[in-house]
């Protein structure tokens, strides 16, 4: 001890830790002790249970954590749809898993990791960074990398990591699952380090056509109405599905530097004429016939008010005009990523007139960590 009288002289990592005030009373201490001693396996039993308590809705699993957030999904069907998806990606991307210009990224966040296939592909690749994962569903595998940890967490609640942390923080996917992305930024911005990068990856909901002049879907086309539909149900939740293009122009405002937008067409079906684009096509047929129930049922049923029945009937119709192979279908995708400042201090530095959540109504921030289930 340096004799100073409180307890800043614990630094960690460049910062003073709080001070804890012990607890006086010697007795209560005690006997708090042994109820802990006592119940504890029980209490990781009840933490570990209420997010695996899965609802179930019209033959679909849901996460259980935060329940109802979420639209997709988080059974065997949907998480086959998301690793399939992650292949599409990589070979659209030419095999790389970020396109920020980052060397040796060291500590990295992936927000919404899903089944987990993208950070420990991180991992793999960057023995020497820990990978962090987050969602809302345990669903990652236990057998990861040394380098790879996943939590259950709320990435739409104040964030609990220490500022200035992370020197990549991906969000793949998060199409429906954002209703304040200046917010979820500022959170991102603050928890970056000065020079660090946040990386988007979204599809579009709509789908485009090469058989069109104006490349859109005819009227009339089931195709359309569903995405149309699709979107809708996710603005009168909240949190909409159509964000692909629409992150870079947020980065932006929340006082990221050197952003790029980099879109690329993902073609639907065997109809281009490069192997490698009509595999893709291929890949991506199966991805959408895997996941397309388990895209639309919770929107269709909770928010717009169809039966399960008529979701599913509507469902059917739309495959069966997926499969007129005329169409020539291709949807967007878009990587955009941006820096924050090198010169960038503190979170207070940013324009908290634009991160309009920041301090939001949720207080309470709460992650749970499940690396060592019981
Ligand atoms: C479409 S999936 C994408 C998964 C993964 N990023 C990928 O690309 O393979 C969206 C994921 O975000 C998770 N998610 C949705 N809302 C979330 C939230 N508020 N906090 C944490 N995870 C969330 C879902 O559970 C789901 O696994």
């Not at 709080?18 to 006997?31: K, L, W």
């Not at 990606?89 to 990295?108: A, D, N, R, T, Y």
């Not at 291929?282 to 008529?310: C, P, Q, Y």
Request: proline share 6%; net charge negative; charged share 25%.
């Amino acid at each position: 001890m340096s004799g100073r009288d409180d307890d800043s002289d614990y630094v960690l990592d460049g910062r003073p830790m709080m001070n804890i005030e012990p607890d006086s009373d010697y007795d209560e201490v005690t006997s708090q002790y042994d109820e802990c001693y006592a119940s504890g396996s029980d209490a990781t039993g009840t933490l570990f249970s209420e997010v695996t308590n899965y609802k179930f809705e019209h033959g679909r699993r849901y996460h259980a954590y935060a329940e109802g957030l979420y639209w997709g999904p988080n059974d065997d069907k949907q998480n086959t749809q998301l690793e399939i998806f992650h292949h599409i990606f990589l070979m659209i991307l030419e095999g790389k898993l970020f396109l920020s210009p980052i060397e040796q990224p060291k500590h990295v966040l992936d927000l919404g990791t899903g089944t987990g296939i993208w950070a420990i592909e991180m991992a793999d690749q960057f023995p020497e960074a820990q990978i962090l994962g987050n969602d809302l569903s345990p669903v990652q595998p236990t057998w990861i990398p040394a380098n790879c940890a996943f939590e259950v967490d709320d990435f739409t609640r104040p964030w609990t990591h220490p500022p200035n942390t992370f020197d990549l923080i991906y969000a793949r996917g998060l199409y429906g699952c954002v209703g304040d992305w200046p917010q979820l930024l500022g959170e991102a911005y603050a928890a970056l380090k000065p020079g660090g990068w946040f990386e988007s990856v979204e599809v579009a909901t709509a789908f485009s056509s090469e058989a069109t002049a104006d490349k859109q879907l005819l009227e009339g086309s089931l195709v359309k109405k569903w995405c149309e539909l699709a979107v809708e149900g996710s603005h009168r939740a909240g949190q909409p599905l159509d964000v692909a293009g629409k992150v870079g122009g947020h980065l932006r405002r929340s006082g990221f530097q050197n952003v790029h937008d980099r879109v690329f067409k993902i073609p639907y079906g065997p109809w281009p004429k490069k192997e490698q684009m009509k595999l893709i096509g291929k890949m991506m047929m199966v991805n959408v016939l895997e996941g397309f129930e388990g895209f639309s049922l919770a929107i269709f049923t909770r928010v717009l008010g169809m039966t399960s029945d008529e979701a599913k009937e509507f469902n059917e119709q739309v495959l069966k005009e997926l499969r007129d192979q005329r169409m020539n279908l291709w949807v967007k995708m878009v990587v955009s990523y941006g820096q924050k400042p090198l010169d960038a201090d503190s979170p207070s530095d940013q324009d908290s007139a634009y991160h309009s959540g920041f301090g939001s109504l949720r207080t309470a921030a709460s992650s749970t960590d499940l690396s060592s289930p019981p």
